[in-house]
């Protein structure tokens, strides 16, 4: 069940955003209050989906507890020995913090491990993400029948710009921050489920900074240095 509302809710989304660009281009208030409506919808289903997907809390606190009951009667022996006989009580003390300490080194290795196995998000990484974010944008554009295309390429490891048709430029303010606003959020689901791929998976919670640009070079929008947020640059009134 939960499979079927995260589906349907990323389905959902995607089509919406194609649905609020379409409303872009065609200037259709209504459709786009329809798409956003849709949009918030495809969203909430697949949160739900996510929050009531199955979990192993329960098994894991299953063998919590059977681990501590054996280390319960493992300590009750420790404890009669050593309370007949101290000299070995102090062996045994001895010997636990050896164990403890080599534990120690053992998880500390095992972490040094893990931290130099990780991936680092460089140019080739960067590279393979825009060809993939191209293929998703005109996609949802294609199913939406908008005949316009745009274009995700890389800049460096760390950032990426997206390309719109050059008329784009002088659509009025307000349309080209919600067409900004609606890059970044394909950009940032694109991302998330292209990172979690086994052969992807680096070491990087979001994706590149993002730019909104015209074909002749022109900064439309750019994305906050934090993150998250998108501000226009060109000013249309």
Do not use: H
Request: glycine residues 6%.
């Amino acid at each position: 069940m939960w499979v079927l509302l995260s589906l349907v809710g990323f389905l959902g989304f995607i089509v919406a955003i194609g649905a609020l660009l379409w409303s872009f281009i065609k200037k259709n208030k209504n459709l786009r209050k329809k798409s956003l409506i849709g949009g918030l919808l495809a969203m909430i289903m697949f949160f739900i989906g996510v929050m009531i997907s199955p979990s192993d809390e329960s098994e894991s606190s299953v063998e919590t507890a059977k681990t501590e009951q054996t280390s319960k009667k493992q300590s009750k022996k420790k404890s009669a020995t050593s309370s007949s006989k101290k000299k070995n009580a102090k062996t045994s003390s001895s010997s636990k913090k050896e164990t403890s300490s080599s534990s120690k080194t053992a998880s500390s290795s095992s972490s040094t491990e893990t931290s130099s196995s990780s991936k680092t998000y460089d140019d080739a990484a960067n590279t393979a993400f825009a060809s993939e974010l191209n293929t998703q944008i005109n996609d949802v554009l294609k199913n939406g029948g908008v005949t316009d295309s745009f274009a995700a390429m890389p800049n460096g490891s760390s950032l990426i710009d997206v390309v719109v048709p050059q008329n784009y430029k002088y659509l009025p303010n307000s349309q080209i921050q919600q067409l900004a606003d609606t890059i970044l959020s394909a950009k940032e689901n694109c991302f998330q489920e292209w990172n979690a791929k086994p052969e992807n998976n680096y070491d990087e919670t979001y994706g590149p900074r993002l730019y909104v640009k015209s074909p002749d070079g022109t900064t439309l929008a750019k994305e906050s240095f934090l993150g998250g947020t998108m501000k226009r640059v060109i000013d249309n009134k």
